[in-house]
């Protein structure tokens, strides 16, 4: 396809010829519509290597039919972003993170090669020794380097369960400062933190082990179970800790029943007892579906009432950063989710140059600010993000100029590889592909 895309002239930006409803952000793509539509059908897992603990995946093996396919086997893969419909290639060519991010990084740092189709029509593959600094550009690229036909991915022995501790905290500060203790700790598997007002907070640390006390097993991925955010806070509103052992599988996917919590808004009683038992096998709708059947008018609304977004900040600024979410938006639940960034090249990387811890603090729901104005208030976090040298998830609604955004992000590599690799003519400057200044 991209061979004749050449022959016919390379009149024309090309992009991937899946639906924008497919796909897991709530933005529909409007270059879907202009650009030459290259159909990449690759949804199979290619080989589990075990002697090399790899795994190698088309882009459109979703998460949920990796850890499908390889539990089973007695396998995982460190980072399992949460709901079951992302795309391995998606996770890559835009990112993904999981409370396993503390040891592991992001998705894009557990995959250990790439294989592209370039401007060109050839195929390359990629590894940190073999044209690294194809590898090192592709993650957040957003398909604008070429079309990722496989991705060989890390993996780890899987466990049965995950033990799980859940502590409620009150006082912001007293907050961060046991969310930052938490994440430094090795022996913590999963780390990750629910805040349900700017002053009070569950932390959760977790452990994978074979091994579990038989009455305090929780199979919370059951349908007519409580939505697992709402577990979670009674915990708070009893002002206990606890304990308990989830399967993995459970685990790995315990915001997905609701959306984390965003199908509160969709269906406000989905959570009660009655609608849990009779129709909880029913739900969560696909994304997808929610995309597609929503007319344009929702989407406006969604639009400026309605937030999704994901900030990635140093751990160090972790106090400040919620303190800002909450002036800006006051939206909870905030998700905490914290991560090791290497200090590889690339667009995304810390200030220094050794590796630095960061949350991603996850805003999704609908601001109660009572002069939320979208635009105005996501430029003002935007800002706010790059001052303390944080990073935006590309997935979501951006709205900065071209100057700020590369301010955010860097560049350097990533203009180099389009220049070299012919893809000026051939595909958009990820800019250009995602950000509403943009398109508009």
Known sequence: ?????????????????????????????KYKKTHKNIMINLMDILEVDSER???????LVTMGQLTAHLNPMGWTIPVVPELDDLTVGGLI?????????????????????????????????????ENSDLFYA???????????????????PAKKYVKIHYEPIRGLQKICEKFTEESQKKENNFVEGLMYSLEEAVIMTGVLTDEAEQSKINRIGNYYKPWFFKHVENYLKADRTGTEYIPSRHYYHRHTRSIFWEL??????????????????????????????????????????????????????????IQTFHVDLNVYPLWLCPFILPSNPGMVHPKGDEAELYVDIGAYGEPKRKQFEARASMRQMEKFVRS????????ADCYMTREEFWDMFDGSLYHKLREQMNCKDAFPEVYDKICKAARH
């Open 264 to 321: 509160q808004d969709i269906i406000p009683f989905g959570n009660n007892p009655i609608f849990r038992y009779l129709f909880g096998w029913m739900v969560p709708p696909k994304i997808s579906l929610l995309k597609l059947t929503q007319g344009e008018a929702i989407r406006k609304l969604y639009e400026q009432h309605h937030v999704v977004q994901d900030m990635l900040v140093p751990m160090k600024s972790l106090e400040k950063s």
């Open 388 to 395: 303390v040298h944080g990073f935006q998830m590309l997935y």
């Open 138 to 156: 592709v993650p957040w690229s957003c398909g604008t380097l070429g079309f990722l036909v496989a991705a060989e991915i890390k993996m780890i």
């Open 1 to 29: 396809q991209v061979r004749e895309w050449k022959n016919e002239g390379s009149k024309r930006y090309m992009c991937t010829g899946r639906p924008g409803w497919l796909t897991v952000s709530l933005r529909v793509g």
């Open 93 to 129: 060519m835009g990112t993904g993170i999981e409370s396993s991010s503390h040891i592991y990084g992001l998705f894009q740092h557990t995959c250990v090669a790439y294989e592209l189709v370039l401007a060109d029509g050839s195929l390359m593959r990629c590894s940190p020794t």
């Open 53 to 59: 603990q790899v795994v190698r995946v088309e882009p």
